[in-house]
């Protein structure tokens, strides 16, 4: 029974899927990680290259292969508001838990980080905007919602394991 972690883009996934699966001994896909290494080329190059719509394709294929393979798994921020994608989680039947946090804090998290395509090409009120909207598909497919607000990765991880 897979856990899935969801969540707007700067919520912590990554570090927190990784340190998650180290502390229960399972193994971990990050699947921004996956694909990056899968196209051979960083997430920003391949929208680039590709544009979004490839990039998703290529985040629907692998999803499904790292939900098969892998015990705890880490989404991009896009990936559960696609409706094949959804399918694919739903039907994994495991806990999808969704990470959350304020807006503002994101925003300090991510900092200029411009290894992320959508947060980049985005005003801050479309950014805004598009963690509302897409909080409410992540609530909508989650079993837990989690706020990261002002904690840190290990109290987040123990917070998490005693609810799954
Ligand atoms: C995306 C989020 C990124 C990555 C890609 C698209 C999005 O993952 O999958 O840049 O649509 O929000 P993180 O949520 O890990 O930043």
């Given at each position: 029974m897979p856990v899935i972690l969801i969540g707007f883009?700067?919520?912590?996934k990554s570090t927190v899927g990784r340190l998650l699966a180290e502390s229960m001994n399972q193994s971990f896909c990050d699947l921004d990680e996956l694909i990056e290494k899968e196209a051979g080329m960083t997430i920003p190059t391949y929208f680039d290259t590709y544009g979004e719509q490839v990039f998703r394709q290529l985040e629907q294929d692998l999803l499904k292969k790292a939900i098969d393979e892998y015990d705890i798994l880490s989404t991009g921020g896009g990936t559960p508001t696609i409706s094949a994608n959804q399918k694919v989680i739903q039907a994994a039947m495991g806990r999808t838990i969704k990470l959350d946090a304020p807006i503002d804090e994101i925003r300090a998290r991510i900092g200029d980080d411009m290894n992320r395509p959508i947060f980049k090409k985005l005003s801050q009120q479309a950014f805004n905007e598009l963690k509302e909207k897409r909080d409410a598909i992540y609530t909508k497919f989650c079993d837990v919602i989690i706020d990261t607000s002002q904690k840190n990765p290990r109290e987040i991880v123990a917070e998490i394991k005693a609810l799954i």
């Open positions: 883009m700067g919520t912590g």
